[in-house]
Nanobody, 119 residues
């Protein structure tokens, strides 16, 4: 059974850090790009980062550049999103996705993990 399971969300103060994980099972993780999306309260879902299947290409939306780092460990079938310098506007539900050769058309989505940046 194919699964993507995000974890690592929670409540953090502004300026703090969190590391999200995306654990996969039931398919060949290492041949898929991994995308991270988030949906802030009252806003549309947006793509914030993408890492290629081999991990040799990454990109970020401007609002998280320099603060977030995406990575993956194909041996563990897991991707990560390291988030530092968190701001209240980073609050939302974070989702990981997988897609073939792209993050633009996700094939599968995880259930999401909540991140709340608040003092």
């Amino acid at each position: 059974q194919l699964q993507l399971v995000e974890s690592g969300g929670g409540l953090v103060q502004p300026g703090g850090s969190l590391r999200l994980s995306c654990a996969s099972s039931g398919f060949t993780f290492g041949i898929h790009h991994v995308g991270w999306f988030r949906q802030a309260p009252g806003k549309e879902r947006e793509g914030i980062s993408c890492i290629s299947d081999k991990g040799d290409s990454v990109n970020y939306v401007d609002s998280v550049k320099g603060r977030f780092t995406v990575s993956r460990d194909n041996a563990k079938n897991t991707a990560y999103l390291e988030m530092t310098g968190l701001k209240p506007e980073d609050t939302g539900v974070y989702y990981c996705t997988v897609g073939f050769e792209s993050c633009d058309l996700p094939l599968y989505w995880g259930q999401g993990t909540h991140v709340n940046v608040s003092s």
